[in-house]
């Protein structure tokens, strides 16, 4: 029996879900014997003696994120080369084998409390795949292995708001077959963290597909069940260039959740994006990468691509041999950090008049969503799919931006959308179509000058809601 629409706008995120999805935009650091050797992938040979930061400070890369409008850190604790930041129990092959703080240092603790200090949240990366450790490939032992390590990060840094399990493996046809106990892993991991989400090889956060930061035009929290359990994990070769694994969408094409695609399905669920890319050509630091740093214009349309487009942004920067990021990467994170404050500080609409042209009750009329307040929204009566939005801003201001925010705690709903502006000379005039809203949608065009303007839902499942409408001008000096 196929799922009805009703039902499929009702599905929902986690409590975990949901404040995860509130973070929006949030930093990656790559950071590990692959910044001493100059590569991508250590092949678990490398020395401990050759991690040497010289002038590491934790709290630099946890200033430039906050700078950037970061809201959280997540750190690469073990890569797939296996070397551990945090001086393990379960294996030698750690910073505790380091010349770095003569063997005493442990980056996990220096990265969470930064961290905390700046009130950002703490995310672990650990790598399933393992090249160092000899029990890979045994899988039972190298899964009590595992365990251990997690164990280690979930109970020893403070609260953890994602676990990140990579699903890349080189082995090969004829390398290491582990077979990983996911299970065991997620409830470990609900036990210790029960607020955390566990990220692409995880139930709770989805992988965008991609690593070059494409964004789908439509992108669908509530996609079929079978996206979650898809085969987790993602041959990428050696000898792939990055740029071809990062261009290879797989997960899966351009449509994961149109109501064709649910058609078909048997179960719904939340199960929404993260787009994760890298400041820099690679992952890891490379000097001969510091003319490639993407710049403040290119961060901030990468930013309101993903935060603007249902997703959350995980951005990476590697940190350099030294230990600091890079002062090209810190020029480009103030410069988007600035663009992020400057573009949406100032709300045109706020208090503005708002009249539905449906409406659930008088708990959701229009006027919700422009209160300002994060517990109101706007809900037509069930069953109307269509609405009409129009607000009076009480001036006629420039503007060239639009944001809308779906109230997720009930579903998804929204599936088309036009924007009109009006002027005495014209009347209304169409100036922008759109697709999906989800948590965010930025809605961007060309400057507008008028006091009033209309959105028209086209297009919506049962009843759509909103929490927010807001209007802005980026070219604004304010
Ligand atoms: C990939 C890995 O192979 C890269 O090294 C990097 O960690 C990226 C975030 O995920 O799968």
Known sequence: MSISIKEAAVVAPSARQLAWQQLEFYGFIHFT???FT???WGDGTELPEIFHPTQLDASQWVQVCHAAGMKGLILTCKHHDGFCLWPSQYTDHSVRNSPWQQGQGDLVREVSEACREYGLQFGVYLSPWDRHERSYGDSEAYNDYFVHQL?????GYGDIFSVWFDGACGEGLNGKRQVYDWDRYYDVIRRHQ???????????VRWCGNEAGHTRTSEWSVVPASMRDNEKIQEKSQTEDD??????????EDDLGSRQVIAEAEELIWYPAEVNTSIRPGWFYHATEDGQVKDADTLMELYERTVGGNSCFLLNLPPDRRGLIHEHDV???RGLGERISRYYEHDLALHAQV???TFDDSQHEGS?????RGDTWWQAAEGTEQATIELDLGDAFTFDRIVLMEHIVAGQRIEQFTVDVFSEEEGWQQIHTGTVVGYKCICRFAPQHCRQLRITITGSRWCPTLQSVSVYDTKSQV
Do not use: H, W, Y
């Not at 029960?194 to 990220?199: D, F, H, L, M, Y």
């Not at 740029?243 to 899966?252: C, L």
């Open 331 to 333: 020029q480009a994170l």
């Open 355 to 357: 009249q539905a042209s």
């Open 33 to 35: 014997v692959n910044t």
């Open 194 to 204: 029960p607020q955390a989400v566990i990220s692409v090889c995880g139930p709770d």
């Open 368 to 372: 919700c969503i422009t209160d300002g």
């Open 243 to 252: 740029a071809a694994f990062a261009s290879r969408i797989n997960s899966d």
């Open 151 to 155: 164990e280690e990060l979930l109970t």
């Open 38 to 40: 100059d590569r991508e």
